[in-house]
């Protein structure tokens, strides 16, 4: 699916980088969610009475990003016909992944060529969030260093990452600088799911499906992967019963 509709510029504000393009992924088979995915996949599974994908892509509208790339495998059909209505508001191309699912590295290096920026936000299809004082985008925009980052990554503190039964992902620095939780350990902060990149993060990848963790590990190693600390909501919607428990915070949030 392509639209030539010309996509809109996320408007920068003070320091703020400009954003004109997201990668959604959307080609997980959601194993976790069954039963709810024996039949739909999990994009489109309903939270709160809307799919997790809209609750996503309504986001990314809001911050005024216009242009989404969305990989499709699981289900792909349904997928590209729930977005065929969202021409009306936001240009859409499809990264096809039918033949093969090449995981979160090799899907986003197979849709750089529908990614014409450098720079560019990256959001799992299942990332749901709400805003606090600071809108998650705008602050992945002001603050992006361009000399210094391949990757920024919002994190949430493991203890405000409602429904995540983890022991955290990350630890990080003063300056933001992001390293790994050691294994049989505690860190403080879980990775959203939503993070700005450079096109520098994917250079020289393995071929065939692979993990983002590479790609980030590298950009650990050599000091280029940073974090950012959303100020709202966030929600690990994996699982039915994590779907409930998000329902029940949103509707006294």
């Given at each position: 699916?392509?639209?030539?509709r010309k996509?809109?510029?996320?408007?920068?504000?003070?320091?703020?980088?400009?954003?004109?393009?997201?990668?959604?992924?959307?080609?997980?088979?959601?194993?976790?969610?069954r039963?709810?995915?024996a039949?739909?996949?999990?994009?489109l599974?309903e939270?709160?009475?809307?799919?997790?994908?809209?609750h996503a892509l309504?986001?990314?509208?809001?911050?005024?990003?216009?242009?989404?790339?969305v990989n499709?495998?699981?289900?792909a059909?349904?997928?590209?016909?729930?977005?065929?209505?969202?021409?009306?508001?936001?240009?859409?191309?499809?990264s096809?992944?039918?033949?093969?699912?090449?995981?979160?590295?090799?899907?986003?290096?197979?849709?750089?060529?529908?990614i014409?920026?450098?720079?560019?936000l990256?959001?799992?299809?299942?990332?749901?969030?709400?805003?606090?004082p600071?809108d998650?985008?705008?602050?992945?925009?002001?603050?992006w260093?361009?000399?210094?980052?391949?990757a920024?990554?919002?994190?949430?503190?493991?203890?405000?990452?409602n429904?995540?039964?983890?022991?955290?992902?990350?630890?990080?620095?003063?300056a933001?600088?992001?390293?790994?939780?050691?294994a049989?350990k505690v860190?403080?902060f879980?990775?959203?799911?939503?993070?700005?990149?450079?096109?520098?993060l994917?250079?020289?990848?393995?071929?065939?499906?692979?993990?983002?963790n590479?790609?980030?590990?590298?950009a650990?190693?050599?000091?280029?992967?940073?974090?950012?600390?959303?100020?709202?909501?966030?929600?690990?919607?994996?699982?039915?019963?994590?779907?409930?428990?998000?329902?029940?915070?949103?509707?006294?949030?």
């Amino acid at each position: 699916m392509s639209r030539s509709r010309k996509a809109l510029t996320l408007r920068p504000g003070h320091g703020a980088v400009d954003i004109r393009t997201a990668m959604v992924m959307a080609a997980g088979i959601g194993k976790r969610m069954r039963p709810l995915t024996a039949t739909r996949p999990k994009p489109l599974v309903e939270v709160a009475g809307k799919p997790l994908l809209d609750h996503a892509l309504d986001r990314l509208r809001s911050a005024g990003i216009g242009r989404v790339v969305v990989n499709v495998h699981y289900l792909a059909d349904t997928i590209e016909a729930h977005l065929t209505y969202r021409a009306a508001d936001m240009e859409v191309l499809i990264s096809d992944e039918r033949k093969h699912l090449l995981e979160t590295g090799g899907g986003l290096v197979h849709a750089l060529p529908l990614i014409e920026d450098d720079r560019f936000l990256v959001v799992n299809s299942d990332a749901l969030w709400v805003d606090g004082p600071v809108d998650a985008i705008g602050l992945l925009a002001r603050q992006w260093d361009e000399a210094a980052m391949d990757a920024l990554l919002l994190v949430v503190p493991l203890a405000r990452a409602n429904c995540h039964s983890g022991q955290g992902d990350f630890h990080m620095d003063s300056a933001g600088r992001l390293v790994r939780r050691r294994a049989g350990k505690v860190a403080p902060f879980v990775y959203t799911g939503i993070q700005l990149v450079s096109r520098r993060l994917c250079a020289d990848p393995p071929d065939g499906a692979f993990s983002a963790n590479l790609l980030w590990d590298r950009a650990i190693a050599a000091g280029r992967a940073y974090g950012v600390v959303h100020e709202g909501l966030w929600f690990d919607v994996g699982t039915p019963g994590a779907i409930r428990h998000a329902e029940a915070i949103l509707a006294h949030a």
